[in-house]
């Protein structure tokens, strides 16, 4: 490499480490506001983290970025694909290209107003309040709208929004596939329903706080998520967070009388926590120093959650733990009888507590409200009634009020709509894509599980998909290490032998 060229991509590195701490601190800054902040602190806080983000906007975007960029063009050419710095100079100048079409005042505004928007929806949702956040709702909506009119030339409206979120994605990809999941789903859920129901009252008893939390960090201790260089807070609404490699979050919330809840928060925070503590510690401070996709993402925290955590042999080895901390609720029921109460199917109205069968059904429901707002198709004033309406019509449930229906997740309340829900369908069935492939890579993996082991999932994990951080899009990530492209069949086939075999289903159901 020439001296120029070093000096340029050092120059580079230093100006996108500066963003890097910028968006860190405004990272910080939201963690804080969800954790320990006091309630009164939230409008300073908007305040706050509407500067930060427009510092690091106008700091992305400086014109200094665009120049260094288009000098070290030559050099990328001379590089392999997969080399470290052809992967930072292309992801670099793609989030560039994003970031110049949005006026640092339009970024700043809307950080402003989202923060001040889930300040708002986090009094409204306990109070069933539709209404008080309607007018906020309202304004979220034609920023979003703004925002893909940055993006001209987009077939669909939340084209731009997705592809931020899933780089890639669109809603004429994502549309067919989700219906394609929906009709394999529909009879699934019909033939679970028409078998006797699993027993879950086991769950529903009293647990201590205290009790669940030890638990849940002695499993997420073993999967490999290092105390030293994270630490898990309560919170309304879990998250992961990372502020550097060395320092990646992940909240909880426990509920004592629901024993699943925060248990199963703390698997799927520990999968996202997992993946940012694998990358390459060489990207620190880069644009390569994040998960590569919302997609990837989930499917990271689904498998720890779900194909790990939800599995038999994994409460062959941690049931007698849990026993002994709760000896009173447990003692008495078998590991069986948990094991199928922790995988019961039931329609339900809260898409974060939802079965595995039946989630998808909840994400599919909110992109296609999305997609609606977005095309202008459905008002705000109308979203509470659509909600309910869809509910009926694709899990037979009408929530009692709002609280559990339009008002139950954050996203919308605490970023843009559109973007903000098809990666939880796509992380998981990447998440069986990625689960089959390690299993025929490594067929010795569940019964590591059932003893407590983790390395060499966990291993085949981070050398396949998290030292790489952004250096591969979610399909190039999926063709390199599954061989193939998305695909439904290894989720479907997964769901069906698991929840055939827990609801004793009929072999021969779904083959033509
Ligand atoms: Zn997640």
């Known amino acids: 490499m020439e001296n120029s060229t070093q ?52 700091k992305a975007t400086a014109a200094t970025v665009g120049h260094l960029l288009d000098a070290l063009q030559p ?19 793609r989030n560039y290209e994003r970031a110049t079409r949005v006026p640092t005042s339009f970024a700043a505004e809307v950080a402003g107003h989202v923060t001040e928007s889930f300040s708002v929806w986090a009094e409204a949702r306990p109070a069933n309040d539709f209404a ?15 925002y893909a009119d940055f993006f001209p030339g987009y077939q669909h409206i939340a084209d731009p929004l997705i592809d931020s979120a899933d780089f890639g994605m669109s809603a004429a990809t994502i549309g067919p596939l989700f219906e ?17 129901q699993v027993d879950d009252s086991c769950l529903h008893q009293h647990f201590p706080a205290a009790g669940q939390r030890a638990f849940g960090e002695a499993v997420i201790r073993d999967y490999g998520y290092d105390f030293r260089r994270g630490r898990q807070d309560t919170t309304h609404h879990p998250f992961m967070t990372k502020f550097a490699s060395g320092d990646v979050r992940i909240t909880t919330r426990f509920d004592e009388s629901d024993l699943g809840g925060g248990l199963f928060s703390t698997l799927h925070e520990a999968g996202h926590a997992l993946y940012e503590l694998g990358i390459d510690p060489a990207f620190e401070g880069t ?22 955590g939800r599995s038999a042999t994994f409460w062959q080895r941690y049931y007698g733990d849990l026993q002994r901390i709760f000896p009173e609720q447990l003692g008495g029921v078998s590991v069986e009888q948990f094991y199928a109460a922790v995988n019961r199917v039931e329609p339900s109205l809260i898409r974060t507590e939802a079965d595995e069968v039946t989630y998808n059904l909840h994400v599919i429901i909110r992109f296609g409200l999305e997609l609606d707002l977005l095309e202008g198709k459905l008002a705000i ?7 309910h309406a869809r509910y009926v019509e694709s899990l037979g449930l009408r929530a009692p009020d709002d609280r559990d229906g339009v008002l139950q997740d954050v996203h919308w309340y605490g970023g843009l709509i559109g973007g903000a829900f098809q990666g939880y369908t796509l992380g998981n069935i990447m998440a069986a894509q990625f689960y089959a492939t390690a299993l025929a890579a490594h067929p010795e993996i569940p ?10 999932l966990h291993g085949w994990l981070r050398t396949n998909i998290y030292q790489h951080g952004s250096k591969f899009t979610a399909s190039e990530l999926l063709e390199r290490v599954t061989g193939g492209p998305l695909t439904l069949a290894p989720y479907l086939h997964y769901l069906n032998t698991k929840y055939g075999a827990l609801y004793g289903l009929r072999e021969e159901r779904g083959r033509p």
């Open 7 to 58: 000096r340029q991509l050092a120059e580079l590195k230093a100006h996108l480490r500066e963003v890097d701490d910028l968006r860190s601190v405004g990272s910080l800054l939201a963690w804080d506001q969800a954790t320990y902040m006091p309630e009164a602190g939230a409008a300073a806080r908007a305040r706050q983290i509407a500067t930060v983000e427009a510092l690091a906007h106008e």
């Open 75 to 93: 050099y990328a050419e001379t590089l392999p694909y997969d080399h470290d710095d052809a992967a930072l100079l292309r992801v670099a100048r």
């Open 132 to 146: 008080r956040v309607r007018p906020y709702l309202e304004k979220t909506l034609e920023f979003s709208r703004r």
């Open 180 to 196: 394609e999941l929906r009709q394999a789903l529909t009879p699934l859920v019909k033939a679970i329903g028409e078998r006797p």
């Open 287 to 308: 644009p390569l120093n994040e998960g590569t996709s919302a997609g990837v993402h989930e499917s990271q925290s689904r498998l720890w959650e779900n194909q790990v």
């Open 381 to 387: 004033a109308d979203l509470p009634e659509a909600w």
């Open 447 to 456: 019964a590591e599980i059932g003893q407590g082991r983790f390395a060499t």
